[in-house]
């Protein structure tokens, strides 16, 4: 593993499964891993800037930049798809030496953590599922601007008002920033690989079956924004009825940006359930 600096968004590289994969790392203890959404320009720091300093007193924070966004390579030869994001985030705990890990997942994220949760239930400890993806549902208009983004300026502002509730977190500056991750060299050319239109046959490719879901045992945090337009709150409520320990929170004026719009909230909420029943509090 090397050090990567200069840059908020550059940690650690290790090699998961023959992908050079840049990852954050904060704290020490119980290991968890928080995996990012799939809007353009997305990176683990970008998702989780203002979680990772909150779980460092707590937990071992892990957050990889999966394959195809932020700065982990982008292999050639690449099919993307659940089957690679899964075997690739399981890689990225083998390389780690993570046995057992809870899972942060934030709308793709999510989908993928229940995937894990599905198919490899003995290497997950807790989930938390934060306007998550992973049942099949009519795409939004919401969903189909994300997944359909074309570069410019504008286009981004467009994006960040449709995540937020509070149009004030969405500036000029936040716009042109995460604008010009999302035309960092590969990472266009990478977007537009995984989602092209029609939407509907991505968003059901990244649905686990509903009895498998049923059948996932960890103790499962549920959280959606009210005023989500990406993922509809009506999804997080199936989760939540489906999984025999889930519990699900709504919060009030907030969209799809839970973790930010409602930062402090969403953290305290999210250290209480990581840790309890630990000593790592």
Known sequence: MTEGGGRPELGAIVDAGGI?????????????????????????????????????????????????????????????????????????????????????????????????????????DRLVLMGSAGL?????????????????????????????????????????????????PGVQEAFAAMFPAPHQRWLDSMATAEDRIAAIGAETLVVHGRHDRVVPLDSSQRLAALMPNADLVVFSRCGHWTQIERAADFNSLLVRFLTAGSAAT
Not at 44 to 50: I, K, Q
Not at 161 to 175: I, K, M, N, P, Y
């Open 136 to 184: 099949s549902w009519p795409v939004t208009e919401g969903l189909a601007a994300v997944w359909g983004y074309e570069p410019s300026v504008a286009n981004m502002r467009r994006l960040l008002d449709l995540f937020a509730f509070d149009r004030s977190l969405v500036t000029d500056e936040l716009a042109e920033v995460r604008f010009r991750a999302s035309i960092e």
């Open 20 to 124: 050079k994969t840049n990852y954050l790392e904060t704290g020490s203890g119980t290991p968890v891993v928080l995996v990012h959404g799939s809007g353009p320009g997305v990176s683990a720091y970008a998702n989780w800037r203002l979680t990772l300093p909150a779980l460092a007193p707590h937990v071992r924070a892990l957050a990889p930049d999966m394959v195809g966004f932020g700065f982990t390579d982008r292999p050639a030869d690449v099919v993307y798809g659940m089957e690679t994001w899964t075997r690739h985030l399981l890689a990225f705990l083998d390389a780690l030496e993570v046995e057992r890990v809870s899972i942060v997942g934030n709308s793709f994220g999510g989908a993928l953590a229940l995937r894990l949760a599905a198919e490899h239930p003995e290497r997950v």
